[in-house]
């Protein structure tokens, strides 16, 4: 009987642990760079494009899968924030330093490369996001030699790096406002904002409602997974009084909880093989020097290191911060290239600055698939070569 339940629990070991979702995406991005240089590319990007309705097959994914992702992000945002690693100040100084370096200066990088390509500009967002599910999943494929404090500091900057691109996304690439649809969307957060002071714990009147805002969102011109935040900062993070004070049977962390195998197991990796294809037909040297490519890939790589490891230095030298438990600045420097993993919501937000333009989304694509891979290789060697520091745990 032991043999038989044996492979059950060494696949429910891997779906439990922190490297799966990003294996798992890894997975996916291979597969899709493999099928779009192979004789299924036509069907694979005919399959994209074609209809499900009102909707395209590709923005079914891009506006309808992801607005579950940013609904995950939003439940992560307000849980840290109320109850979690940034529930306090002590605890949001070195990682929200680290996370506002590690976008101001991908940003910078970015903008100097493309200043002389009006058209390239306004994809200066794009190295700015960091890719918690691969980084994590490369942190966590380290094992005992990398300090449980690094997992919890990665962990807390991706978090408040998320809120940053969601400001970035509802900011600077929504157009075309519908003022009717719009308002119409503000009076269905009011009225979960109703239900939330109302206590109702119950989740699906917070669903259906929040169906209703997508849809709503979708059409006002902001873009629709913001949708995806906002029913998530409405959900309640109390429990009846019956309970006790377990925060565990919340709403918030009963939706959280449900969405955790659904968001880095499916929602990623479909979003990954639909986004991560591009054909390679032609790429050279020259290409991946070409001014967008490369400004994605260095703002990913040099921008994150000097951003996220010099904003964390300053902070620590001038005593606003300590270094992470059982940590060097080795460590730091690895894990500042490790942020610079940018896969998901860069492609995301690189979809969005160039929505009508295939060809500057393919750069993109190039840039960000480079400069993510080689900010994993030199972010787990310089990790491979760090001292191990005492006390360094699994956690």
Same mark, same amino acid.
């Given at each position: 009987?032991?043999?038989?339940?044996?492979?059950?629990?060494?696949?429910?070991?891997?779906?439990?642990?922190?490297?799966?979702?990003?294996?798992?995406?890894?997975?996916?991005?291979?597969?899709?760079?493999?099928?779009?240089?192979?004789?299924?590319?036509?069907?694979?990007?005919?399959?994209?494009?074609?209809?499900?309705?009102?909707?395209?097959?590709?923005?079914?994914?891009?506006?309808?899968?992801?607005?579950?992702?940013?609904?995950?992000?939003?439940?992560?945002?307000?849980?840290?924030?109320?109850?979690?690693?940034?529930?306090?100040?002590?605890?949001?100084?070195?990682?929200?330093?680290?996370?506002?370096?590690?976008?101001?200066?991908?940003?910078?990088?970015?903008?100097?490369?493309?200043?002389?390509?009006?058209?390239?500009?306004?994809?200066?967002?794009?190295?700015?996001?960091?890719?918690?599910?691969?980084?994590?999943?490369?942190?966590?494929?380290?094992?005992?030699?990398?300090?449980?404090?690094?997992?919890?500091?990665?962990?807390?900057?991706?978090?408040?790096?998320?809120?940053?691109? #969601?400001?970035? @996304?509802?900011? /600077?690439?929504?157009? %075309?406002? !519908? =003022? +009717?649809? $719009?308002? *119409? &969307?503000?009076?269905?957060?009011?009225?979960?904002?109703?239900?939330?002071?109302?206590?109702?714990?119950?989740?699906?009147?917070?669903?259906?409602?929040?169906?209703?805002?997508?849809?709503?969102?979708?059409?006002?011109?902001?873009?629709?997974?913001?949708?995806?935040?906002?029913?998530?900062?409405?959900?309640?993070?109390?429990?009846?009084?019956?309970?006790?004070?377990?925060?565990?049977?919340?709403?918030?962390?009963?939706?959280?909880?449900?969405?955790?195998?659904?968001?880095?197991?499916? #929602?990623?990796? @479909?979003?990954? /093989?639909?986004?991560? %294809?591009? !054909? =390679? +037909?032609? $790429?050279? *040297? &020259?290409?991946?020097?070409?001014?967008?490519?490369?400004?994605?890939?260095?703002?990913?790589?040099?921008?994150?290191?000097?951003?996220?490891?010099?904003?964390?230095?300053?902070?620590?030298?001038?005593?606003?911060?300590?270094?992470?438990?059982?940590?060097?600045?080795?460590?730091?420097?690895?894990?500042?290239?490790?942020?610079?993993?940018?896969?998901?919501?860069?492609?995301?937000?690189?979809?969005?600055?160039?929505?009508?333009?295939?060809?500057?989304?393919?750069?993109?694509?190039?840039?960000?698939?480079?400069?993510?891979?080689?900010?994993?290789?030199?972010?787990?060697?310089?990790? $491979?070569? *760090?001292?191990?520091?005492?006390?360094?745990?699994?956690?």
């Amino acid at each position: 009987m032991q043999d038989q339940q044996r492979p059950i629990s060494i696949f429910r070991e891997f779906l439990d642990s922190e490297a799966a979702g990003g294996i798992i995406l890894m997975v996916a991005a291979a597969l899709a760079l493999i099928v779009a240089n192979s004789p299924l590319a036509e069907t694979y990007f005919d399959a994209l494009h074609a209809y499900l309705g009102p909707l395209s097959v590709s923005h079914w994914i891009n506006d309808g899968l992801m607005a579950v992702f940013f609904l995950l992000v939003g439940l992560e945002i307000k849980r840290e924030m109320l109850d979690g690693q940034l529930s306090t100040w002590p605890r949001r100084v070195l990682p929200g330093v680290a996370a506002a370096g590690g976008m101001l200066v991908p940003a910078l990088v970015y903008v100097a490369i493309n200043r002389n390509d009006p058209a390239a500009l306004s994809g200066w967002a794009i190295p700015t996001a960091t890719d918690i599910a691969f980084a994590l999943g490369v942190l966590s494929l380290l094992g005992s030699r990398v300090p449980g404090s690094l997992k919890v500091f990665l962990t807390a900057l991706a978090i408040i790096d998320d809120l940053g691109a #969601v400001i970035i @996304i509802a900011v /600077f690439y929504t157009s %075309g406002l !519908s =003022l +009717a649809y $719009l308002g *119409a &969307a503000f009076a269905i957060i009011a009225l979960l904002v109703v239900l939330n002071r109302m206590k109702v714990l119950t989740l699906l009147p917070y669903l259906v409602l929040g169906l209703v805002l997508w849809v709503l969102v979708l059409k006002s011109g902001v873009h629709a997974t913001l949708a995806g935040v906002a029913l998530a900062l409405t959900i309640p993070l109390k429990v009846s009084p019956g309970i006790g004070h377990d925060l565990e049977h919340s709403p918030l962390h009963r939706l959280e909880h449900g969405l955790h195998r659904i968001v880095p197991f499916v #929602v990623v990796p @479909i979003f990954g /093989f639909a986004n991560a %294809g591009v !054909s =390679l +037909a032609g $790429l050279s *040297a &020259a290409t991946l020097v070409e001014p967008l490519t490369l400004g994605v890939a260095a703002g990913l790589v040099a921008g994150k290191l000097v951003g996220v490891f010099g904003s964390s230095a300053l902070a620590i030298r001038f005593g606003f911060a300590d270094l992470p438990v059982n940590a060097g600045w080795l460590h730091m420097i690895g894990i500042s290239l490790l942020c610079g993993i940018g896969f998901t919501m860069s492609l995301f937000i690189g979809l969005l600055a160039f929505a009508s333009n295939v060809e500057l989304q393919d750069a993109v694509k190039v840039g960000i698939l480079a400069g993510s891979f080689m900010a994993a290789i030199l972010g787990a060697a310089v990790l $491979l070569v *760090a001292p191990a520091a005492n006390g360094a745990d699994e956690d």
